[in-house]
């Protein structure tokens, strides 16, 4: 856990203002002024509990799970009996008019005058259901036979530093690649301010179809591509896809480090050595360091009823907020200055959390450079009767803070490779940027 001091700067950070940026007054967009038919974020979730037949009563919700078992007669015995649809199938516009409707921003906005980014997290978790099910949805039903569920976040990236609470936003998107049973969804925020829409952030989310029951695969339509820059995107999709294997290939969790991996790690070792004792036990820490012990945040959360999706399980949004919420919070007090997000990479969502579970989530600052802290954050539910524990997800965040920040060093192997893991998805942020 942390030292005394960095918690003593953690607390002086909450308890004061920090500088925020200027106050939005051009923040109300025409097409979202009164009178205009576009979905509203508040929306896309009764919009999907109405695709799947789910309720919002807590008692009627699990019925309706119980009876989609029936819909599995509708199922595609392959994908190739399903109709292609295009891109534009599937491409929705959705807005949060927080400066419209300034009822809305009570939920969004947080202390620092500025948007509640995991807010944000659980609308695009949303969104990109909601792509999705338009891409596969069959008229002549009343409801999909579909389970539609995130896999993983694959990429999302900032472009703007900060999201004003009281100026309009618009997110955007489509599919833009198929698989079998998965579907690439990509999507943009865009917010008005100063007459005009700017880009706030690119989010790419990987989805897959499962049966009713959401037990088993189920086929998806597949792709139709009209035209070169369509091929484009689609072919984009399958460089994901590739990278997305390699590097899985090459997890560390897998395989041994790389020769350059494994100096850099001997390096670590040894600038760690007491210089005065000829030992392998005595080991000091480098000017300017921090034990990656100290360098932790642990929280609980009780999966109540009300987080649940539309299929009974936790929200997978309501998962990323809470993980977000948890790796800002640790890289603030490493940092002892408030961290700005510059990317969210490779959030694998392994395994479902079910409704009454106990969440256990540890956040980790396993690697920094410069100005830059990479956050990795580890999701587990613990069952309290047989006291197992089963990972559900890893989230990996990179932050931006004003000033240089210690380094962090690894004192096991174990941290070793966390450490390793973390350079890696930094560099693979910074190449996108």
Avoid at 284 to 304: Q, T, V, Y
Avoid at 352 to 357: A, D, F, M, N
Wanted: charge should be neutral; aromatic fraction near 8%; include cysteine.
């Amino acid at each position: 856990m942390f030292s005394p001091r960095i918690l003593k700067i953690a607390t002086a950070l909450t308890s004061r203002a920090f500088s925020v940026g200027p106050v939005c007054l051009q923040g109300k967009a025409p097409d979202m002024a009164e009178g205009n038919s576009h979905l509203l974020v508040t929306n896309v979730r009764n919009r999907l509990r109405q695709i799947v037949g789910a309720s919002t009563n807590w008692k009627d919700h699990q019925q309706a799970m119980a009876e989609r078992a029936s819909l599995s007669d509708h199922l595609a015995g392959s994908q190739s009996e399903l109709p292609a649809k295009t891109m534009k199938d599937s491409e929705i516009e959705v807005h949060l008019p927080l400066g419209t409707q300034p009822s809305l921003r009570e939920k969004y906005l947080n202390y620092h005058n500025t948007v509640r980014f995991g807010r944000i997290l659980e609308d695009l978790d949303s969104l990109a259901v909601l792509i999705c099910y338009s891409h596969t949805w069959n008229k002549e039903l009343d409801r999909s036979p579909l389970s539609i569920v995130t896999a993983l976040v694959d990429k999302i990236d900032m472009r703007k530093n900060i999201i004003y609470p009281d100026c309009d936003i618009k997110f955007t998107g489509h599919v833009t690649w198929v698989g079998k049973s998965s579907i690439e969804a990509k999507m943009h925020m865009t917010q008005f301010h100063d007459g005009a829409y700017s880009p706030v952030l690119d989010a790419t989310f990987v989805m897959v179809a499962r049966d009713p029951e959401n037990k088993r695969a189920a086929f998806v339509n597949p792709l139709k591509l009209q035209g070169p820059e369509e091929e484009k995107i689609f072919q984009q999709g399958e460089i994901n896809k590739k990278r997305r294997v390699d590097l899985s290939t090459a997890s560390l969790l897998k395989v041994a480090p790389t020769a350059e991996e494994r100096t850099i790690v001997h390096s670590l070792f040894l600038n760690t050595l007491d210089t005065k004792t000829v030992s392998f036990r005595s080991r000091i820490l480098p000017p300017n360091s921090m034990w990656m012990e100290d360098a932790k945040m642990k929280g609980l959360e009780i999966c109540h009823p009300q987080e649940r999706n539309i299929f009974n399980r936790i929200f997978g949004g309501f998962l990323m907020r809470k993980a977000y919420e948890l790796g800002w919070a640790n890289a603030c007090a490493f940092a002892g200055s408030r961290p700005i997000l510059v990317a969210v990479d490779d959030i694998l969502f392994q395994k479902p959390v079910e409704i009454g579970s106990l969440l256990l989530l540890s956040s980790q600052v396993c690697y920094t450079e410069g100005e830059h802290i990479q956050v990795r954050v580890h999701t587990e539910v613990l069952d309290p009767l047989t006291r197992q524990h089963s990972t559900t997800n890893v989230f990996h965040f990179t932050f931006l803070v004003e000033k240089a920040v210690p380094a962090v060093v690894p004192q096991s192997y174990g941290e070793s490779m966390l450490y390793l893991d973390g350079k890696r998805h930094f560099n693979e942020t910074m190449k996108s940027q």
